[in-house]
């Protein structure tokens, strides 16, 4: 695009933003980003419990096998505060190692089997605790949806990148 039609479309959207305004169109509806939803009070509970405190409801069942404490995992996943709803994070796809996450979300992610989707509410006492972590306030207790796609073993995860090694063309010699 040419400078001069970069700038007309701007001075087009201001334009057109101006008199939007002028015959009283509330321009208020956009969503401010980063999108930051709250999940509703029935979706803030769960059913059981483990005797470590950490409560569970199974949302899905899964048909295969669970993860171990060391294996990796690929889950799609929404975190938030247990309190209000907030949500503080989600990602999908997302590779992890299991034990290598808050004490209850690592307790959580070895019940789920491969394919099922569970609920989690973590006391603070098995998650940040007192320190909180970035938007997650000291003491909180959090919630989390979650679904494991996939897990895999240590040795595994260490063959599949030992064969990508090998499958990787080799660097041509230099002149």
């Given at each position: 695009m040419k400078k001069t039609t970069?700038?007309?479309?701007?001075?087009?959207?201001?334009?057109?933003?101006?008199?939007?305004?002028?015959?009283?169109?509330?321009?208020?509806?956009?969503?401010?980003?980063?999108?930051?939803?709250?999940?509703?009070?029935?979706?803030?509970?769960?059913?059981?419990?483990?005797?470590?405190?950490?409560g569970y409801t199974e949302l899905r069942p899964g048909t295969g096998p669970k993860a171990?404490?060391?294996?990796?995992?690929?889950?799609?996943?929404?975190?938030?505060?247990?309190?209000?709803?907030?949500?503080?994070d989600q990602n999908t796809r997302t590779p992890m190692k299991a034990d290598g996450v808050i004490p209850g979300f690592s307790e959580g992610l070895q019940m789920i089997p491969r394919g099922g989707v569970y609920r989690f509410c973590i006391p603070a006492a098995l998650g940040y605790g007192k320190q909180g972590a970035g938007p997650i306030p000291a003491d909180a207790n959090l919630v989390f949806q979650v679904e494991l796609l996939d897990s895999r073993t240590a040795a595994e995860?260490?063959?599949?990148?030992?064969?990508?090694?090998?499958?990787?063309?080799?660097?041509?010699a230099k002149p």
């Open positions: 970069a700038a007309f479309v701007l001075v087009g959207l201001a334009a057109a933003t101006t008199a939007a305004v002028a015959i009283g169109q509330n321009l208020t509806g956009i969503i401010p980003l980063p999108l930051q939803p709250v999940v509703e009070a029935d979706k803030r509970t769960c059913a059981k419990l483990t005797p470590s405190g950490l171990g404490a060391s294996d990796y995992v690929l889950i799609d996943y929404i975190g938030y505060l247990a309190a209000d709803g907030k949500v503080f995860v260490e063959a599949m990148r030992q064969g990508s090694a090998a499958a990787a063309p080799a660097e041509p």
